[in-house]
Nanobody
Framework: QVQLVESGGGLVQAGGSLRLSCVASGRITSFSVMAWHRQAPGKERELVATLVANGAANYGDSVKDRFRISRNKAGNTWYLQMDSLKPEDTAVYYC????????WGRGTQVTVSS
């Protein structure tokens, strides 16, 4: 069993930055994909960023050039650096991994005030 735990969420003013972390524990082998998703109130969950095993990253259009996904060398922790935050970035952020089994964290709240 694999557990994912997010941290780093909080309240920040527009234009500010936050760094989210996701720590994986349990019976980890390796993940083929590590990702961040988010869900705002009343909206569908959307993909924010993905990082595949070869290091290639992809981003949702709404966060390109503002957010960056990265991981540690061990591959059991990944991050989402969020800069130039906007009120529309307010959401619960979830980390996700595939091995190919899929795992989800419980989410961390990010609130951006205007």
């Amino acid at each position: 069993q694999v557990q994912l735990v997010e941290s780093g969420g909080g309240l920040v003013q527009a234009g500010g930055s936050l760094r989210l972390s996701c720590v994986a524990s349990g019976r980890i082998t390796s993940f083929s994909v590590m990702a961040w998703h988010r869900q705002a109130p009343g909206k569908e969950r959307e993909l924010v960023a993905t990082l595949v095993a070869n290091g290639a990253a992809n981003y949702g259009d709404s966060v390109k050039d503002r957010f960056r996904i990265s991981r540690n060398k061990a591959g059991n922790t990944w991050y989402l650096q969020m800069d130039s935050l906007k009120p529309e970035d307010t959401a619960v952020y979830y980390c996700n991994a595939r091995s190919p089994l899929e795992f989800w964290g419980r989410g961390t709240q990010v609130t951006v005030s205007s």
